[in-house]
């Protein structure tokens, strides 16, 4: 009933940037928040930015100032413009989505994307 369609990732030159995309699909009442995760191989996965339906940010110290998260309520999508990426940036990032409430979901239940792949070369 609900699915998070991402895109954007890629393949870029470090100092480069991205702009990846997330948009919420489904019988949506509301979101709580959107964020992004990601996940190196042999990592956990991390948050990376994250932000509130009322426009709240938070950020990994790795990405701050670098990296800005931006949102779409009206259409539930949320956006993460990258600029200048560094290799360390190279992750599997995955969009996330908070307190979702539907018909059925009425007390809210967190969903994610399937992921799209970030390399970032030397």
């Known amino acids: 009933q609900v699915q998070l369609v991402e895109s954007g990732g890629g393949l870029v030159q470090a100092g480069g940037s991205l702009r990846l995309s997330c948009a919420a699909s489904?019988?949506?009442?509301?979101?709580?928040?959107m964020g992004w995760y990601r996940q190196a191989p042999g990592e956990q996965r991390e948050l990376v930015a994250r932000?509130?339906?009322?426009?709240?940010?938070n950020y990994a110290v790795s990405v701050k100032g670098r990296f800005t998260i931006s949102r779409d309520n009206a259409k539930n999508t949320v956006y993460l413009q990258m600029n200048s990426l560094k290799p360390t940036d190279t992750a599997v990032y995955y969009c996330?989505?908070?307190?979702?409430?539907?018909?059925?979901?009425?007390?809210?239940?967190?969903?994610w994307g399937k992921g799209t792949l970030v390399t970032v070369s030397p």
């Open positions: 996330n989505a908070e307190g979702v409430r539907t018909i059925v979901d009425v007390g809210g239940m967190d969903y």
């Open positions: 489904g019988m949506i009442f509301s979101i709580n928040a």
């Open positions: 932000i509130t339906s009322g426009g709240s940010t």
